[in-house]
């Protein structure tokens, strides 16, 4: 692998381009430890004449929202038949979309709170009151919305009293013209890494998720300090195995590839919530997949270097 060269994508123009670049650097790091040639790359107008006179060996794709994770620049490659790291276009589309993904695992036969979705269109076309009246009548309280596609938690908020949802709404149409409500369900929230090999796809330990703030939005997750993390999980052994299996069952029923994050809450019943699932998860120093890594005693150079060598062998 030595005399491989690998593009890493970081960057791109979503409003997770600041994480993305950090995922990225650290990534290009780690894998230069495994002796390879990494060159870092943004997605800008000058992508695709670099992919054509630069060719790399296979691109690991380090976008965080946008482009990154709807499908888009996978295409591209796809186009141009460079190996990359990651889910297919289709596949990404699929999990991109926060809706879409929950009704295909609730299909697959797995929990998720209840939900309803709903365009900024609707509030201005029936008046808003009545159309929030009837989100808390169907969900009750507390909820938490989110846009219905997106990454980092931006623009989530979790609404505990009817009076909260209007600037709430706001807040959320804020990072998309669509709004996820779904049940907020109190639990010990976990996140779970899907990593492929030759015997198909493999949970790693859960993290648990512990935020000082009490929910885990975008300044929980990207500031040092204001969440404890705990690998594996402080769940039990059957609630351990369970999130694995729904994990693992996300990554299948949505048709991902190589590696891919799943987002889940364990209840005091001993349920599992499916709340959504990531292609493109984090790789920064407050990211759980990293975490996952080393308690599993790999590090995030040599699984991405075995996810590399992955892409280049089915390119072939």
């Known amino acids: ?63 965080h929202g946008g482009e990154g994770e709807n499908g888009s620049v996978q ?35 797995f929990a998720t709170p209840k939900w309803v979705v709903l ?9 808003a009151q009545p159309v929030l009246d009837a989100m808390v009548e169907k969900l009750g309280l507390p909820l938490i919305l989110k846009p219905d596609q997106g990454g980092s938690a931006l623009g ?8 909260e949802l209007p600037a709430a709404m706001v807040g959320c149409f804020a990072y998309g013209d669509t709004v996820l409500a779904e049940r907020f369900v109190d639990g010990v929230e976990v996140a779970v890494t899907v990593i492929e090999t030759v015997d198909g796809p493999e949970a790693l330990a859960a993290v648990e998720i512990v935020p000082e703030s009490g929910v885990y939005d975008y300044t929980a ?31 299948r029923q949505l048709g991902l590839r190589d590696i891919s994050r799943t987002d889940a809450v364990v209840c005091a019943d001993g349920t599992i919530q499916f709340l959504e699932v990531n292609v493109s998860p984090g790789l920064t120093e407050t990211s759980t997949v990293p975490m996952a890594f080393e308690a599993s005693g790999a590090s995030l150079g040599s699984v991405f270097a075995g996810l590399v060598a992955r892409a280049i062998t089915r390119a072939s």
Not at 119 to 127: N, Q, V
């Open 156 to 163: 989530t908020q979790v609404v505990r009293e009817a009076a």
């Open 1 to 63: 692998m030595a005399d491989r060269t690998v593009a890493v994508l970081a960057g791109g123009l979503s409003h997770e381009r600041d994480v993305s670049l950090r995922s990225g650097r650290r990534l290009s790091t780690a894998l230069r430890g495994e002796g390879l040639t990494v060159e870092e790359w943004d997605t800008d107008a000058g992508l695709l004449e670099r992919l054509r006179t630069q060719r790399p060996d296979a691109v690991v794709v380090a976008l």
């Open 75 to 109: 295409t591209v490659l796809e186009m141009l038949d460079v190996p990359y790291v990651g889910t297919s276009s289709q596949g990404c589309r699929r999990a991109w979309d926060k809706p879409t993904a929950k009704a295909l695992v609730a299909k697959a036969g």
């Open 119 to 127: 365009p900024h269109s609707t509030f201005r076309e029936l008046g």
């Open 221 to 251: 997750r990207y500031t040092a300090g204001l969440t404890d993390f705990f690998t594996p999980a402080r769940i039990s052994d059957d609630a351990a195995k369970a999130v694995g299996e729904l994990a693992v069952a996300a990554h």
